[in-house]
């Protein structure tokens, strides 16, 4: 996989990739300053950050049949959703502006002649539209939510669209107001190249090569689901996912032939667990969003806690929606002691959100401690599991809900997006929790994300037991290097007894690690050298790697630093190939940075 050029899609010549090649240390902050050498060479980009150009052209077929000029739209997949949107941005832009915004439904026209198939599908999409200069507005909540209509679901629906078999629904509307005074939003929204603020892509074009993934999305929308997705499979597909990410189906199985195997046992070690307290979302932060608004419905509204270095968009939602968040950056024992004497003070939260391990410093919070605390402080524990994975790890036995990033390693392709969530039915919010759910759960997962998602998953387990070993071979050659300052990887970090207390017996320590050099240009002769995949991202089948804090926090490197989070870090995911292979690539890469040390 390696040779990627500046922008390409990763996987290369794949219509829905979820990466995009940013080979260079250069191309990377250019990227962030908006660059036009980088910003007009991108294929595509991480779907949260950057609106994928199959979503944007519909966005703008949209606005040309059913707006006015200088208004732009924002795609997601239901009303309910498209609403949230409309009441964030209105929170935040002037009077005159709000005015400006509206919302266009879009559904099947069923006077037409419609096939029972298409009927049964019922694709919707909901257009937020608003004045151009609110687009960095209504970005935020694409990229923090994570509620966006997906690429695949806009492709089907843009075609429906185009035969007029997609038409507003009745009470749709756009604002039709003249244009009013520009507004302007946080700066990290205005910046054109930040990875937390892409411009809106440009209509997509006809390229000499159609990716062959586009090229069989292009025939007949409705023959296509007829022909390779029938819903009923779709279905299967997703009790599928649900009882795997349950721990409880393993191998692969025929969707077409016969029921799937009962849920007797798992590997979470919940007894009472089914499958139907497994929820699938469209990505991975869409279940952390929807995780939080659960709990803030089905509990008393308070602060949260962020424990541990975030993700980025984790803090901000928290921050963003409801009550606001108290955060804790380190995820150490200090922390912890800090907490527990403001709970002894009287102070209470709705919820504690953790990443096990966190990105990317691969820290391991105190899971057993933090539950004690809960316990007896009434809050919930919200863990994201991404990145050490349940095939590695049992952290349900902690946490009240587990959510994870299916986009990661479950799927591995880099081709689809997907999240999930479980309810443990041994908390103690389990049932307000299940109840809120069962008010207010929308299945947005789009059916071919969905399928695709099921085939990936299928060898799972087997894929991260490989990964695992790679990851250790590639540490022990970094760890050997003596220009290397710092390797992180929960198997050599501090916190290792934390990630240990949850350790499956046959589990490993995960694909992902960090390196530090202690030089920039060492980093950047180290990241120019490596002959793999460079872009956004983690979990990949192939090995794929980034300059992580220049990516994720640009803007804010100084915040990261006192953290422990060196803004010249290298984040690798390491994939599926052979590994002296791999160790060889990477000793290159190495031989690189030490001709630089010497000249």
């Known amino acids: 996989m390696p040779g990627f050029e500046l922008g390409e899609s990763i996987p290369p010549d794949t219509a829905h ?19 036009e050498w980088v910003i007009g060479r991108l294929t595509t980009g991480y779907p949260r950050f950057f609106v994928h150009k199959i979503i944007a052209a519909f966005a703008e077929d949209i606005v040309s049949r059913h707006g006015r000029p200088g208004q732009q739209a924002m795609l997601f997949p239901t009303p309910k959703v498209a609403r949230r949107c409309l009441d964030f941005v209105r929170q935040r832009v002037s009077p005159e502006l709000s005015r400006q915004l509206g919302v266009i439904d879009l559904a099947l026209d069923t006077s037409k002649d419609l096939s029972a198939l298409l009927k049964k599908l019922a694709p919707t999409v909901s257009a937020v539209v608003f004045p151009e200069e609110v687009f960095s507005v209504a970005k935020q909540y694409w990229q923090h939510t994570g509620d966006g209509t997906s690429s695949r679901r806009a492709e089907f629906c843009h075609g429906l669209f185009q035969d007029h078999l997609l038409v507003p629904t009745a009470g749709a509307h756009a604002a039709h107001e003249a244009p009013g005074r520009p507004f302007r939003g946080p700066k990290r929204y205005q910046r054109p190249g930040s990875i937390d603020g892409v411009p809106p892509a440009t209509p997509r074009t006809s390229s000499p090569k159609e990716p062959e993934e586009s090229l069989e999305s292009s025939q007949f929308l409705e023959e296509r689901f007829g022909r390779n997705l029938n819903l009923s499979m779709v279905e299967r597909a997703k009790s599928a996912i ?66 541990g270095f975030p993700y980025v ?76 994975t349940f095939a590695n790890i049992n952290v349900l036995q902690f946490a009240d809900i587990v959510v994870s990033s299916l986009t990661k390693i479950f799927s591995g392709d880099s081709n689809v997006m997907g999240g999930s969530a479980i309810l443990n039915p041994e908390s103690r919010y389990f049932k307000a929790l299940k109840a809120t ?93 490596m002959d793999i ?31 422990g989070v060196d803004p010249d870090l290298v984040r690798i995911s390491v994939g599926l190939e052979e590994t002296t292979a791999l160790q060889d690539t990477f000793r290159r890469a190495l031989k690189v940075a030490e001709d630089v040390s010497r000249s």
């Open 17 to 35: 990739a979820v990466s995009v090649s940013l080979p260079t240390w250069k191309s990377n902050v250019g990227y962030e300053e908006g660059e």
């Open 242 to 307: 649900r009882r795997r990410i349950a721990g409880a189906l393993a191998h692969e199985v025929d969707l077409n032939n016969g029921p799937l195997p009962s849920m007797t046992s798992n590997t979470r070690g919940i007894q009472g667990l089914e499958e139907g307290d497994v929820y699938l979302y469209p990505c991975g932060m869409n279940a952390i969003f929807n995780a939080h608004r659960a709990l803030l419905k089905a509990r008393e509204p308070r602060k949260s806690i962020n424990f």
């Open 313 to 388: 968009d984790t803090l901000k939602i928290l921050q963003k929606f409801g009550p606001g968040c108290l955060f804790y950056g380190h995820a150490s024992a200090e922390d912890l002691d800090e907490l527990e004497a403001k709970l002894k003070n009287g102070e209470r939260f709705l919820g504690l959100f953790c990443e096990f391990p966190g990105n990317p410093l691969l820290t391991c919070p105190d899971l057993a401690r933090i539950r004690k605390l809960a316990d007896e402080f009434d809050f919930a524990i919200v863990v994201d599991e991404t990145i050490g």
């Open 437 to 529: 759910m069962e008010e207010d759960y929308e299945d947005t997962y789009w059916p071919e994300d969905v399928i695709f998602m099921e085939r990936n998953s299928r060898d799972f387990d087997s894929r991260v037991e490989r990964i695992n070993a790679n990851a250790e071979a590639i540490c022990d050659v970094l760890r050997a290097h003596p220009l290397v300052q710092s390797v992180y990887y929960p198997k050599y970090n501090p916190s290792k007894p934390h990630y240990d207390a949850c350790r499956l017996p046959n589990g490993g320590y995960g694909g992902l690690l960090s390196v530090v050099f202690g030089r920039k240009e060492l980093a950047q002769a180290f990241y120019d050298a």
């Open 533 to 563: 995949a460079k872009g956004p991202s983690l979990g990949t089948n192939f090995t794929l790697c980034s300059p992580y804090v220049i990516l994720a926090h640009y803007l804010e490197l100084p915040w990261a630093a006192q953290f």
